[in-house]
């Protein structure tokens, strides 16, 4: 059979056992429980240790100034500091779920706290806190509920982004006997609630209203929720202990304590029992029977936990918790599970005992089962050498078992050398196993890393296959912060010889914290082995190094980052400077250009005269003209005129000063004399209708004003040949019909473009009487042919194309007079006889 002894310290309540083993002989010195405040984060976490100033208590040889000290769970002192905050008395004190230490004093300041002892933030309950002190809070995992001398009730529901919510008036007359707090995540409404023992009932207080309960009940002295907020524990005047319902609608404890005085402290083991403490005695109490009484000859804090409590005195601390069944089933006094004696045959083993056979043969149809129950005994056990032999026992049992998964047994294997690892002394976080599966072994490395033991959390996050680049980030920018006297290139090589172990890891982000920390230049040494460009550049900005991040952006071709070096060196830089960095880099001065061109008209032209491209400054000129002329004042009148004339004078005098631009410097300057010319046509005849048309449709626009001489002007000036002239004047006399003028023009001299634009304008202005005119004195048969037929005279266009003697040309007459058969037989009698005399 097992051995006896690992049973003979557990105790029975009703059919469970319970057992309490040491976990530390706590390291501290001086430390006593009753003249402090205490404060024990959950899992394993940290202890806050702060004088009690609601107390006289006689100094010894140490200072009299307040010190807020943090231990870890085995009593190694992590830092100290002086506490010197305003505020009063201090109210509460306790750990939220990420390790933060809130401190809350009597006019409702909060200070918050991290491991280290440094000040983190510090915010207030509110003018109501601080006008009326806060006398009583109570906290869970992230927030907390006060009380103040009003009777008003405040909420914090979240530390994280603290905003004080004042709960529904109560209506009080004097302070509750005690106070208990629903966490949001448990009520229906996601609110917190909050419980309050008021004469002989509880009041159930939210944000929106009160609720009264349990009339009758009390008065209750006592009260404390259960870790899921399903039970309540409460203590009455009477001396009974009531476990009911959240709702105390139902009652499941109703014990009758030996005294009526109110425990110091009440707490839940786990969800089976409930732990009362006086000066001397602590009372388990479970469902049925008698309860179990821990005698103790010195003050304890009681720290609930997920599956137990652990005890906390001034010289160690244990664990009280349920034993767990595989644990009853191996080690209960005169068990013969299979466990059982799957253990005791690794004990006739190694006694090299035949019994050990003996033992196989009966349990071999249960032996995966006892194996599983061996696996799960060595992780609830605290003790190294007990995991061992279980480990042993189940590994014994698995060589005989071929059902039985192998991987169990190498991660429990796994999972205790870490717990083992972490509840070492000298790190102190005395987690159970099952407190480490609600953890999460991330959780649990990112302490390691915040406790500053980066080793460890280095050596467990590889042993686990986790991603070592967190624990590494934090080592390096703490190494940084803590290294101000280490030259900068030999921490350099300190850094970069232990940031090689992760690949893929941010430098970016070590430089910036080099940077923020004072060391630049270990910040632009650092970046310099950043392989993504993304990340590289905008620190390289931050840090001055304006050329190293614009010769990055260029290189890695990504035009994002060009203009983001760009825009950066801009606004930072003298626009000579910023020339001078972007004309030796082809990319970013063409990115430049590109958006300059759409935004920065000004500031381009004045790049392009610091490098002397006055042809790209002169381009600028001639578009900002154009862009002048939609201005929507350009079309009320010519106030913008001016200036436009201005700028294509401006660019012309810069194309001249260039030799490869002689025709756009010829063109700019006959595009100002044009632009004037026009704008004092529109000032002398009223009408906004001359400036951006072109010289032809100057000419003719001032033909059918009338205004010739304007327009022999226009031609003049512009030296408008004598062909082009005369086009644009006949259509001009006839577009306004003025037909006298057209013949009168006519006759002037003989037109240098024949008579047949005269003919066309009189025909396409329907007028054939005046294109009557002009068609006898066309000169070529051909073009008086299809003039008559195009007025409608086919006998006449008959003779001119029999003067040409053209068949074809008769072939196309007919068929313009298709629709008039006495007009097609002329044609074709024309056609024939031409065909007879041998002329096609």
Same mark, same amino acid.
């Given at each position: 059979?097992?051995?006896?002894?690992?049973?003979?310290?557990?105790?029975?309540?009703?059919?469970?056992?319970?057992?309490?083993?040491?976990?530390?002989?706590?390291?501290?010195?001086?430390?006593?429980?009753?003249?402090?405040?205490?404060?024990?984060?959950?899992?394993?976490?940290?202890?806050?240790?702060?004088?009690?100033?609601?107390?006289?208590?006689?100094?010894?040889?140490?200072?009299?100034?307040?010190?807020?000290?943090?231990?870890?769970?085995?009593?190694?002192?992590?830092?100290?500091?002086?506490?010197?905050?305003?505020?009063?008395?201090?109210?509460?004190?306790?750990?939220?779920? *990420?390790?933060?230490?809130?401190?809350?004093?009597? @006019?409702?300041?909060?200070?918050?706290?991290?491991?280290?002892?440094?000040?983190?933030?510090?915010?207030?309950?509110?003018?109501?806190?601080?006008?009326?002190?806060?006398?009583?809070?109570?906290?869970?995992?992230?927030?907390?509920?006060?009380?103040?001398?009003?009777?008003?009730?405040?909420?914090?529901?979240?530390?994280?982004?603290?905003?004080?919510?004042?709960?529904?008036?109560?209506?009080?007359?004097?302070?509750?006997?005690?106070?208990?707090?629903?966490?949001?995540?448990?009520?229906?409404?996601?609110?917190?609630?909050?419980?309050?023992?008021?004469?002989? &009932?509880?009041?159930?207080?939210?944000?929106?209203?009160?609720?009264?309960?349990?009339?009758?009940?009390?008065?209750?002295?006592?009260?404390?929720?259960?870790?899921?907020?399903?039970?309540?524990?409460?203590?009455?005047?009477?001396?009974?202990?009531?476990?009911?319902?959240?709702?105390?609608?139902?009652?499941?404890? *109703?014990?009758?304590?030996?005294?009526?005085?109110?425990?110091?402290?009440?707490?839940?083991?786990?969800?089976?029992?409930?732990?009362?403490?006086?000066?001397?005695?602590?009372?388990?109490?479970?469902?049925?029977?008698?309860?179990?009484?821990?005698?103790?000859?010195?003050?304890?804090?009681?720290?609930?936990?997920?599956?137990?409590?652990?005890?906390?005195?001034?010289?160690? %601390?244990?664990?009280? &918790?349920?034993?767990?069944?595989?644990?009853?089933?191996?080690?209960?006094?005169?068990?013969?599970?299979?466990?059982?004696?799957?253990?005791?045959?690794?004990?006739?083993?190694?006694?090299?005992?035949?019994?050990?056979?003996?033992?196989?043969?009966?349990?071999?149809?249960?032996?995966?089962?006892?194996?599983?129950?061996?696996?799960?005994?060595?992780?609830?056990?605290?003790?190294?050498?007990q995991q061992r032999t279980l480990l042993r026992a189940a590994s014994y049992g698995q060589t005989f078992s071929s059902h039985f998964q192998h991987d169990s047994i190498q991660e429990m294997c796994k999972t205790l050398r870490v717990l083992n690892a972490v509840r070492h002394v000298d790190i102190g976080i005395p987690l159970s196993i099952q407190q480490y599966k609600l953890l999460t072994p991330s959780v649990l490395v990112n302490r390691?890393?915040?406790?500053?033991?980066?080793?460890?959390?280095?050596?467990?996050?590889?042993?686990?296959? %986790?991603?070592?680049?967190?624990?590494?980030?934090?080592?390096?920018?703490?190494?940084?912060?803590?290294?101000?006297?280490?030259?900068?290139?030999?921490?350099?090589?300190?850094?970069? @010889?232990?940031?090689?172990?992760?690949?893929?890891?941010?430098?970016?982000?070590?430089?910036?914290?080099?940077?923020?920390?004072?060391?630049?230049?270990?910040?632009?040494?650092?970046?310099?082995?950043?392989?993504?460009?993304?990340?590289?550049?905008?620190?390289?900005?931050?840090?001055?190094?304006?050329?190293?991040?614009?010769?990055?952006?260029?290189?890695?071709?990504?035009? @994002?980052?060009?203009?983001?070096?760009?825009f950066h060196i801009w606004h930072k830089k003298a626009p000579l400077e910023f020339f001078g960095m972007i004309q030796a880099r082809p990319l970013a001065r063409d990115l430049f250009v590109t958006y300059a061109r759409c935004y920065k008209h000004e500031f381009l032209k004045d790049f392009f005269l610091s490098t002397g491209q006055l042809q790209d400054v002169a381009f600028l000129l001639w578009k900002e003209s154009w862009e002048l002329?939609?201005?929507?004042?350009?079309?009320?009148?010519?106030?913008?005129?001016?200036?436009?004339?201005?700028?294509?004078?401006?660019?012309?005098?810069?194309?001249?000063?260039?030799?490869?631009?002689?025709?756009?410097?010829?063109?700019?300057?006959?595009?100002?004399?044009?632009?004037?010319?026009?704008?004092?046509?529109?000032?002398?005849?009223?009408?906004?209708?001359?400036?951006?048309?072109?010289?032809?449709?100057?000419?003719?626009?001032?033909?059918?004003?009338?205004?010739?001489?304007?327009?022999?002007?226009?031609?003049?000036?512009?030296?408008?040949?004598?062909?082009?002239?005369?086009?644009?004047?006949?259509?001009?006399?006839?577009?306004?019909?003025?037909?006298?003028?057209?013949?009168?023009?006519?006759?002037?001299?003989?037109?240098?473009?024949?008579?047949?634009?005269?003919?066309?304008?009189?025909?396409?202005?329907?007028?054939?009487?005046?294109?009557?005119?002009?068609?006898?004195?066309?000169?070529?048969?051909?073009?008086?042919?299809?003039?008559?037929?195009?007025?409608? %005279?086919?006998?006449?266009?008959? *003779?001119?194309?029999?003067?040409?003697?053209?068949?074809?040309?008769?072939?196309?007459?007919?068929?313009?007079?298709?629709?008039?058969?006495?007009?097609?037989?002329?044609?074709?009698?024309?056609?024939?006889?031409?065909?007879?005399?041998?002329?096609?």
């Amino acid at each position: 059979m097992a051995g006896v002894s690992v049973a003979a310290e557990w105790q029975l309540l009703y059919n469970r056992y319970y057992r309490k083993p040491e976990l530390y002989q706590m390291q501290w010195k001086n430390v006593d429980l009753t003249r402090n405040k205490i404060a024990c984060a959950p899992f394993g976490g940290p202890i806050a240790v702060i004088r009690d100033d609601a107390k006289i208590v006689q100094l010894y040889a140490e200072s009299a100034l307040r010190k807020l000290r943090i231990f870890t769970s085995s009593g190694r002192l992590i830092s100290e500091t002086v506490w010197k905050n305003p505020g009063g008395r201090l109210i509460g004190i306790s750990w939220t779920d *990420d390790l933060t230490l809130v401190c809350i004093t009597q @006019d409702g300041t909060v200070y918050s706290y991290d491991i280290h002892a440094e000040l983190v933030s510090t915010f207030s309950l509110g003018k109501e806190c601080f006008a009326n002190s806060v006398v009583e809070c109570v906290f869970w995992g992230s927030g907390v509920v006060c009380i103040n001398e009003a009777f008003e009730i405040f909420a914090v529901p979240d530390f994280k982004t603290p905003k004080t919510v004042k709960l529904a008036d109560s209506n009080l007359e004097e302070l509750p006997h005690c106070m208990a707090v629903i966490e949001p995540q448990y009520t229906k409404s996601g609110d917190v609630e909050v419980l309050l023992g008021v004469g002989d &009932h509880v009041l159930l207080v939210e944000e929106d209203g009160v609720q009264s309960l349990a009339e009758g009940i009390g008065p209750l002295q006592k009260m404390v929720v259960s870790r899921k907020g399903e039970f309540v524990a409460s203590f009455t005047h009477d001396g009974r202990l009531l476990v009911m319902s959240t709702d105390f609608s139902d009652v499941i404890i *109703d014990y009758a304590c030996e005294s009526a005085l109110p425990p110091d402290q009440l707490a839940w083991c786990g969800l089976d029992s409930v732990l009362l403490y006086w000066d001397d005695m602590l009372l388990m109490v479970g469902p049925y029977e008698e309860p179990v009484r821990y005698i103790y000859d010195e003050p304890i804090i009681l720290v609930p936990e997920c599956d137990g409590v652990r005890i906390l005195s001034n010289t160690n %601390m244990e664990f009280l &918790h349920r034993v767990p069944d595989s644990t009853v089933s191996i080690f209960q006094i005169g068990s013969t599970l299979p466990s059982a004696l799957l253990y005791d045959a690794l004990e006739h083993f190694d006694r090299r005992s035949a019994k050990a056979d003996e033992n196989l043969r009966l349990i071999r149809s249960s032996l995966p089962e006892a194996v599983e129950a061996c696996v799960d005994a060595a992780g609830y056990e605290f003790d190294i050498s007990q995991q061992r032999t279980l480990l042993r026992a189940a590994s014994y049992g698995q060589t005989f078992s071929s059902h039985f998964q192998h991987d169990s047994i190498q991660e429990m294997c796994k999972t205790l050398r870490v717990l083992n690892a972490v509840r070492h002394v000298d790190i102190g976080i005395p987690l159970s196993i099952q407190q480490y599966k609600l953890l999460t072994p991330s959780v649990l490395v990112n302490r390691l890393i915040n406790a500053n033991k980066h080793l460890l959390a280095l050596r467990v996050s590889e042993y686990l296959a %986790m991603s070592q680049e967190v624990v590494l980030m934090h080592w390096t920018c703490t190494k940084i912060s803590s290294s101000s006297a280490i030259p900068d290139s030999t921490l350099l090589e300190i850094l970069l @010889d232990k940031l090689k172990i992760c690949k893929g890891i941010s430098y970016a982000a070590v430089a910036s914290h080099a940077d923020k920390s004072g060391r630049r230049k270990l910040a632009a040494m650092l970046v310099e082995h950043e392989p993504r460009s993304a990340k590289q550049i905008p620190l390289l900005l931050s840090i001055g190094e304006e050329d190293t991040a614009l010769m990055k952006a260029t290189e890695s071709g990504d035009t @994002d980052l060009v203009y983001l070096v760009l825009f950066h060196i801009w606004h930072k830089k003298a626009p000579l400077e910023f020339f001078g960095m972007i004309q030796a880099r082809p990319l970013a001065r063409d990115l430049f250009v590109t958006y300059a061109r759409c935004y920065k008209h000004e500031f381009l032209k004045d790049f392009f005269l610091s490098t002397g491209q006055l042809q790209d400054v002169a381009f600028l000129l001639w578009k900002e003209s154009w862009e002048l002329a939609k201005n929507p004042m350009a079309s009320k009148g010519t106030p913008l005129h001016g200036p436009r004339i201005k700028l294509v004078e401006k660019a012309h005098n810069l194309f001249t000063e260039t030799k490869e631009h002689i025709y756009e410097s010829k063109a700019a300057e006959e595009h100002a004399k044009l632009l004037r010319i026009q704008h004092e046509l529109e000032v002398t005849t009223k009408q906004a209708i001359f400036v951006d048309s072109s010289i032809s449709d100057t000419i003719r626009t001032c033909i059918v004003l009338g205004n010739h001489r304007a327009a022999n002007k226009v031609k003049v000036e512009f030296k408008v040949s004598e062909k082009r002239w005369y086009w644009l004047k006949v259509f001009a006399l006839a577009t306004i019909r003025d037909w006298d003028a057209l013949e009168k023009f006519s006759k002037e001299k003989r037109p240098p473009i024949g008579y047949r634009p005269f003919v066309e304008a009189c025909v396409d202005a329907g007028e054939k009487d005046e294109a009557l005119k002009y068609i006898p004195k066309l000169a070529d048969p051909r073009e008086k042919a299809e003039a008559y037929a195009r007025i409608g %005279m086919a006998k006449e266009a008959a *003779d001119a194309a029999s003067q040409a003697k053209d068949g074809e040309l008769l072939g196309r007459l007919k068929l313009s007079f298709a629709q008039n058969a006495a007009a097609s037989s002329i044609f074709d009698t024309l056609r024939d006889r031409l065909s007879f005399q041998g002329v096609s």
